[in-house]
DNA sequence: AATACGGGGAA
DNA sequence: TTCCCAGTATT
């Protein structure tokens, strides 16, 4: 007979997550990481959003990167948006970079360049939701404070065995709930990352190594032995494809028309090579842009998949006999591959650049 | 409530 | 291939 430990029986379940997680944490925990060294509301911010659905080995380079050239709220606002966007180039969702920027404008010429301070406030902001809201006031304030990204979901549809697919209002409903129930009022910054940092090593999509886990003895899952049927995967939907030919027009200086896209499309506020869907519609494009093209090549199509659908994407190499002429259109450039203006661009066209400036 | 929005990495 | 990820905004 095991005598009861007076203590562990007053303590609620929900302290008892957090206590163990903690503890995990101590030990096993990543402290290391570039934006945990002196982690202040701009720093955690920037961090938050270039984690959103981008996992921590792609983001560090372009966090060190970005916080080197924006140190602070005013030098990202007083940044261009070209310059933002370049250093968020290749990291996808460019919307988050646009955000950034509003934001840090916002933050200047409306808040005095302070940070709200409340959850609210901060969720008013462009590109703030609930959770990065949450994870700023944890981290950067030491406010108790609730997220829920996707290490966090996956940790808790496990430990409450919570059906359904987490795309559901129904089940975010009850994944906010539990995550609440477990967010503790001590040590509020070092539990935000405990639970994510389990997500990420632990308890991860395939083969979680619940031996090693600190909390499975209380995970409904692992007692029903089912921890990787949680959370239940999207439902799978075809997606569609969308064939287009890259023009990439090329002047007798050298440089390559660029064109820089809707600020609120895919892709918005980058800058690509103008797009034609028919092959015949190819001299009148270029007619457009005042090139007059002569000959073209046809190069071999790529690949590139979206969440939504698939791009293949033909580059037409285009010798234009027209001079480097003003084109007096705003959104119109002439990249010069030698002398690269500091925008932002998509994968497929920074590819494109690199071939191109190794064989023309 | 459903969909749009990138790119990478794991299996 | 297919799925998923340190989500939010728009429709």
């Known amino acids: 007979m095991i005598s009861p430990d ?23 925990g990543r402290k290391d990481l570039p934006w945990q060294k002196n982690p202040s509301a701009y720093s955690v911010w920037v961090s938050e959003i270039m984690l959103q659905q981008t996992q921590v080995n792609t983001v560090i380079p372009y966090y060190d990167r970005f916080m080197k050239t924006f140190p602070d709220l005013e030098a990202l606002a007083q940044a261009s948006e070209n310059k933002v966007l370049h250093h968020w180039s290749g990291l996808g969702y460019y919307a988050r970079a646009s955000n950034l920027h509003k934001t840090a404008k916002i933050i200047l010429s409306h808040y005095q360049g302070v940070f709200p301070e409340t959850q609210e406030g901060l969720e008013s902001l462009p590109g703030i939701g609930r959770s990065t809201a949450g994870a700023i006031c944890a981290i950067a304030y030491k406010k108790s404070a609730s997220i829920l990204d996707g290490n966090v979901k996956r940790v808790l549809a496990r430990h409450e065995s919570i059906d359904g697919w987490t795309g ?12 609440e129930n477990y967010t503790p009022t001590e040590r509020i910054a070092d539990y935000t990352q405990a639970i994510m940092d389990l997500g990420a090593t632990l308890c991860t999509r395939s083969k979680p190594k619940c031996h090693k886990c600190p909390i499975s003895d209380s995970c409904k899952s692992f007692i029903a032995g089912n921890p990787e049927n949680y959370p239940k995967k999207k439902p799978t939907k075809k997606i569609p494809s969308k064939s287009v030919y890259f023009l990439i027009m090329i002047n007798l200086d050298g ?62 190499m285009i010798k234009s006999v027209a001079q480097n002429i003003e084109l007096n259109r705003k959104d119109i450039l002439w990249y010069d591959p030698n002398k690269p203006h500091e925008i932002g661009m998509p994968k497929p066209v920074t590819d494109l650049l690199v071939e191109i400036k190794k064989r023309y």
């Open 168 to 179: 559901h209002s129904k089940t975010l409903k009850l994944l906010w709930k539990a995550a």
């Open 6 to 28: 007076s203590e562990k029986i007053l303590t609620p379940q929900s302290d008892i997550f957090s206590i163990k997680l903690l503890q995990w944490f101590d030990m096993f």
């Open 255 to 316: 440089k390559l028309l660029m064109q820089k896209r809707p600020i609120n499309q895919l892709w918005g506020g980058l800058w690509t090579f103008p797009e034609c869907d028919n092959i015949a519609e190819v001299s009148n494009s270029c007619d457009e842009f005042g090139q007059s093209a002569k000959t073209w090549s046809i190069l071999p199509s790529s690949r590139h998949s979206f969440s939504h659908y698939h791009l293949d994407y033909s580059p037409v």
